[in-house]
């Protein structure tokens, strides 16, 4: 394999390091997080090797983590899919489109997903070849330092494998939580590796967890066909929402979607049998049920992976719920050892893991990299999308701001008549005095590309007033968040 070598001398103290090659920078895992800070890091002049462990269901490597093979992209592959079916099976008729023997091809449906991933998944390695990124297959542990360099052991097909790194970025991402005494197979009992898998459409689809990954793939299942309960521990729906976003989604959800979700379950146990699990669960008045699902996915959250990283070999500080603990630049307590990502805190996205990579990679070459966690934004791919950035309003209230809230509604845009998308809304909040923007809310079609108005107005600390005296496209969903911003001032127009 071709590496560049490292500008910097590389004294040997022992037999194995006589073989060790040196890299300024070693990165550890390829997800949307470490494959991007490989590049960043090759881009200007460092060396630098990724190491990434993971393997495809046909047992190959692919690169991409979390977010390429099971997560971002199949899911929002099937998501296209199963509104598509909906649209054919729904919506056609009231354009005056008649279409008759409609059939569902599932396994041609997973044959599209899989062939997007695939071409993600190698395209990756065809953009660290073009950056001169070497990849490295196995897993990446901590095996102590050398002088002032880490050693990192690289177990893969062969033997054990040594590299030293004069700068370590640890991006290993997250897995799955589990159900305390519930195995996941991916057949009966699944993740959401099983959830994006499946070869038919569950008659009846148990989901617990009312989260993101619940409600997107809920949502999948349930547009195919299934019948789809999702349990969710707390009383309140997608709490990290705007309230007024999560009631709307809800209404949504539990509406013309058809989801049956029920809040306040507490899931008492989960049995698996031949065909189908049962599960046992008491409701918010505390009353029992056992209901019989085809499948089950279990989506209670993700879990920083760092088990077998041998953090303690060096000393890497990890929290005690196993986040490797940063500051707000990515540094951990070891010198010229960063860590990104999902397993570091703040949310987990993966557009969130790529921009801390690139600040990494910035960093260890002596620029001033930075990512502004305040304007991340969210999405949730449901129908309607959910997509927010900043504050929301109750967590203005907690706080005790003095904001002013301009909302409009997609029925009144003419764009999302023409769409036939007129659920939802968007809403601005700006600060009652400056009137610089605090957050924006949207749930509505296109919400995931609405919002980025909003969070390229947040990072140069735009007022509504600025959002307000923009000419927007007509007729064009952007013009609801022209018109929420002149809410603000209660001067919209159209409503
Ligand atoms: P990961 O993507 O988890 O990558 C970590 C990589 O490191 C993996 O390849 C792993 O095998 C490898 N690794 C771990 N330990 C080692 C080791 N010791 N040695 C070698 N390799 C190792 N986010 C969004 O922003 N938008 C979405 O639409 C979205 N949809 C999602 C849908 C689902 C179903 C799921 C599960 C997640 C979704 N996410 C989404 C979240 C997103 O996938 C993660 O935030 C993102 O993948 C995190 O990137 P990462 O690079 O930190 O880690
Ligand atoms: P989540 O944190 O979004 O939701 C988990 C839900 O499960 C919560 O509502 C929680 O209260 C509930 N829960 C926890 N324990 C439970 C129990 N015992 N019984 C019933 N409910 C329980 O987690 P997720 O949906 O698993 O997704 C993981 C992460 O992946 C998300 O936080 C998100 O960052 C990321 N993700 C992002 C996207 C996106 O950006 N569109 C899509 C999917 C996943």
């Known amino acids: 394999m071709k590496h560049r070598e490292s500008t910097y001398a590389s004294p040997v103290t022992d037999q194995r390091n006589k073989m060790a090659r040196t890299f300024d920078v070693v990165v550890i895992g390829a997800g949307p997080g470490g494959y991007i800070a490989a590049i960043r890091a090759a881009q200007l002049g460092l060396s630098t090797l990724c190491i990434d462990a993971w393997k495809n269901a046909a047992g ?35 354009h005056g489109i008649g279409v008759s023997g409609i059939t569902l091809d599932v396994a041609k449906m997973q044959a599209r997903k899989d062939k997007i991933v695939d071409t993600f998944t190698t395209g990756i ?9 070497e990849s490295m297959h196995g897993f990446g542990r901590f095996a102590g330092t050398v002088e002032d360099r880490y050693v ?45 898998g499946f070869g038919e459409v569950p008659k009846r689809l148990g989901v617990i967890g009312a989260g993101v990954i619940g409600v997107e793939m809920g949502s999948v299942w349930r547009r195919l066909g299934a019948e789809v309960t999702i349990l969710e521990a707390l009383p309140s729906f997608l709490g990290a929402a705007d309230e007024q976003v999560a009631k709307e989604a809800y209404r949504q959800f539990t509406g013309p979607l058809g989801l049956r979700i029920y809040t306040g379950a507490k899931v008492a146990s989960v049995t698996r049998g031949k065909a189908s699990v049962t599960v046992e669960y008491e409701d918010r008045e505390g009353t029992r049920h056992v209901t019989e699902f085809d499948r089950l996915v279990v989506a209670i959250g993700r879990i920083p992976n760092t088990g077998d990283l041998n953090a303690e070999s060096v000393g ?17 307590n070891l010198a010229n050892v960063f860590a990104i990502g999902d397993v570091v805190r703040g949310p987990m996205l993966a557009h969130k893991s790529s921009e801390e990579g690139v600040a990494v990679a910035e960093m260890i070459a002596g620029q001033a990299g930075h990512v502004n966690l305040a304007t991340i ?15 929301t309003e109750q967590e203005l209230k907690a706080e005790g701001v003095a904001y002013r809230a301009g909302q409009f509604p997609f029925i009144a845009s003419g764009r999302a008549r023409a769409l036939g998308e007129t659920a939802g809304f968007v809403k601005m909040l700006a600060d009652a005095s400056t009137d610089q923007i605090l957050g924006v809310h949207i749930i509505g079609p296109f919400a995931s590309e609405l919002i980025s108005e909003a969070v390229v107005a947040m990072e140069f600390g735009a007022s509504s007033e600025d959002i307000a005296r923009i000419v927007h496209a007509h007729p064009s969903l952007s013009e609801a968040m022209h018109e929420a911003a002149l809410g603000v001032d209660k001067r919209a127009l159209n409503i």
């Open 60 to 94: 190959k490597p692919s690169l991409g983590g979390t977010c390429l093979n099971v997560g971002c992209i199949p899911s929002k592959a099937l998501l296209e899919s199963s509104e598509n079916y909906e649209r054919v099976v729904h919506k056609f008729a009231d």
């Open 377 to 391: 934004p969210w999405v949730i791919y449901t129908s309607p999308e959910i997509a927010w950035v900043g504050r």
């Open 125 to 133: 390695a065809l953009l660290f070849k073009k950056n001169k990124v």
């Open 316 to 332: 890497l500080r990890l929290d005690d719920r196993g986040y490797v603990e940063v500051d707000s630049s990515c540094r951990t």
């Open 152 to 196: 990192i052991e690289v177990a893969g097909e062969g033997a054990v494998e040594t590299v030293e790194a004069r700068n370590v970025i640890v991006a290993t991402g997250s897995l799955p939580r589990g159900l305390p005494g519930v195995e996941v197979d991916n057949e009966l009992v699944c993740d959401n590796i099983g959830a994006l």
